[in-house]
């Protein structure tokens, strides 16, 4: 398999990961995506549609459905009185450790075929693909996550 095709459908493996680990917890694996991201900060309306790729009518109806849930929440913004940031509340952020987890869980598991040496060099590999494009921050280290999701 050449480069290009394992690169593009191992995004749709990582996406079906999502998408499962969604179902298990009652959410879409957009929502699992939000929630994923809104772990390390608040984030306002702009950065979330920058990071999770969407247009602001799919971003704000993202927004619209996690508040629904009681997912999230939108707050003022302290350093603009006009703009509103993205938060988790309560219930998102056991939410998101639960989410977290499990899908830890499951994305290590798509390479328990590989050896330890492989997996350090496809970490390795994919980590600089990963900053070289300056991909941002949609999901941390496990060591960066929150006690409760490790």
Request: hydrophobic share 45%; proline share 4%.
């Amino acid at each position: 398999m050449g480069f290009v095709t394992a690169l593009v459908r191992s995004s749709f493996l990582v996406n079906a990961v999502y998408a499962e680990s969604g179902r298990e917890h009652g959410i879409t694996a957009q929502q699992g995506q939000l929630l994923c991201v809104l772990m390390v900060q608040p984030y306002g309306m702009r950065e979330l549609g920058a990071m999770l790729g969407l247009a602001k009518s799919s971003l704000t109806g993202l927004v619209d459905r996690s508040v629904q849930r009681g997912l999230v929440r939108r707050e003022a913004d302290p350093e603009d009185g006009r703009a509103v940031r993205v938060a988790l509340t309560a219930t998102g952020d056991e939410l998101a450790d639960a989410f977290y987890a499990e899908t830890c869980r499951r994305v290590a598991r798509l390479s328990d075929s590989l050896d330890g040496t492989d997996r350090e060099l496809l970490a390795r590999l994919l980590g600089r693909l990963v900053l070289e494009n300056k991909v941002p921050v949609v999901f941390m280290e496990p060591d960066e996550a929150p006690p409760a999701a490790r």
